[in-house]
């Protein structure tokens, strides 16, 4: 993400030989910039959930209740108003940010090294923060990744860690910051290690693996143990269920598979939207015709504003007509992409997670003519296997799903089916386009 865009979120950043030797771990310097990594990024988690709170009371009149509630109980013409004049509004922002300051670097390019002043990206991370406050549907967890990233990074240099250092501590802050804004711990954990790190490079320095592990875990429960000011202490997604069906290991044997297909399609077409999003002047003109279209979209659908938390809210509670849900389906991931193209900065994770838990809920309605199946577990089922088909990172998918839903250990069987599901046929197809580009170009390497 240089200016603008997602940026995909499966290719590891750390090297093989980039890991500090093993007494360094120990070293007062190193602890000391983890412990100050940790902070910064819970800080900024806090900072940040305040934020979008305070912008979002105030753009849609509402003191007690949840932003689903605002969103779908405002005056329709007070919505329609927001989006449009948010479309105005950030697109100033961002084009004044992007024509006077530097270019915004991916946590990918603050780890080779690329610096930045921090004013800037916390201008250009509030930025985004706001965005999704006032409806844009593109995830915000971009934001805390970045801004933590970037912190850390700096504080590493000015302890004079060398550069090793440097690098796996920015490696953790991005999980820790994304575990800090979440209240997911070992989902920021998984995060660093499985989409930061690499599951290859890990097994290939086993030698520094335990203090690896051991850096990422503490950075990202002690973020999330900070930001708790601020995040509230419990899952996102409250699934009650009494018994564990044993159907729904069926289940997840279908869904995953069908889900995983539809979440790498996604993450696809989205990746290639934001290439094509505007730069320069012309984001003061596509942007508000964009967000135009995207409040057109939120009067019949007003679940599809925001990242996706308010919708997969209602679905994992089961609160959205079947009829509703089948359309969502295809509206969520409509704006999803309206907003990317708009030239808006931010992330795909709560927008996968809500679109697959429409689909998973349609799935469920399904098999309700044959068997009886939860309906709440298979929406989470099918958000698992989307967002692991759209990150291309089953292990952190699944961690995450198991995390934002306080599911219990027999539950877990059958998120690991559906997101092994959907990491089978994602490497199918991953596998196959390689195969297409090699034929098109022997010499082509993705």
């Known amino acids: 993400m240089s200016k603008r865009g997602v940026t995909p979120a499966n290719e590891p950043t750390v090297s093989v030989c980039t890991f500090p030797a093993l007494r360094t771990y120990l070293r007062w310097r190193y602890l000391l910039a983890g412990v100050l990594a940790a902070v910064a990024c819970g800080v900024i988690g806090a900072v940040f959930t305040w934020m979008l709170s305070g912008v979002e009371h105030a753009a849609y009149g509402f003191t007690t209740g949840s932003f689903a509630e605002a969103i779908t109980r405002v005056e ?17 922002a961002w084009y004044l940010l992007r024509r006077f300051g530097p270019s915004i670097p991916s946590v990918a390019q603050l780890y080779q090294g690329k610096k930045i002043p921090f004013i800037w990206m916390a201008a250009d991370t509030t930025l985004q923060v706001i965005n999704v406050a006032f409806g844009g549907s593109i995830g915000r967890e971009g934001a805390p990744r970045q801004a933590s990233a970037l912190a850390t990074a700096q504080a590493g240099a000015r302890l004079g860690l060398d550069t090793a250092q440097c690098r796996l501590l920015t490696a953790c802050a991005a999980g820790a910051g994304l575990a800090a804004i979440y209240n997911v711990p070992l989902g920021g954990t998984i995060f660093t290690l499985e989409i930061m790190i690499g599951c290859r490079v890990l097994w290939a320095s086993r030698k520094s693996f335990l203090p690896v592990v051991v850096s990422a875990l503490a950075v990202s429960w002690l973020a999330t143990l900070v930001a708790r000011m601020a995040v509230p202490d419990r899952p996102a997604y409250l699934v009650h269920w009494t018994t564990t069906e044993p159907l729904l290991l069926v289940v997840a044997l279908v869904v995953g598979p069908l889900a995983g297909v539809a979440g790498y399609g996604f993450g ?82 709560t927008p996968s997670l809500s679109t697959g838990a429409a689909l998973g809920a349609v799935m469920a309605a399904g098999c309700a003519l044959l068997f009886p199946v939860h309906a709440g577990m298979v929406a989470l089922l099918g958000a698992g296997a989307f967002l692991a088909g759209s990150l291309r990172a089953p292990l952190t998918a699944g961690v995450l799903i198991i995390e934002l839903s306080g599911a219990r250990p027999d539950m877990w069987p059958m998120v690991a089916l559906a997101v092994a599901g959907s990491w089978a046929v994602s490497a199918a197809l991953k596998h196959k386009k390689h195969r297409q580009d090699e034929r098109r170009d022997p010499h082509c390497l993705e």
Not at 76 to 92: E, N, P, S
């Open 76 to 92: 329709v013409q007070r919505r329609f108003i927001v989006v449009c004049a948010a479309g105005v509004f950030v697109a100033v």
């Open 268 to 349: 696809r077409i989205v990746e290639r939207t934001s290439k094509s999003a505007p730069q320069g002047r012309s984001i003061l003109w596509t942007m508000p015709l964009c967000y135009l279209l995207l409040a057109a979209l939120a009067i019949p659908f007003p679940l599809i504003l925001g990242n996706g938390h308010a919708l997969a809210e209602n679905l994992v509670r089961r609160e959205v007509p079947l009829a509703m849900v089948a359309m969502l389906v295809f509206a969520k991931p409509i704006a999803t992409l309206l907003t990317v193209r708009a030239g808006a900065t931010g992330g795909k994770l």
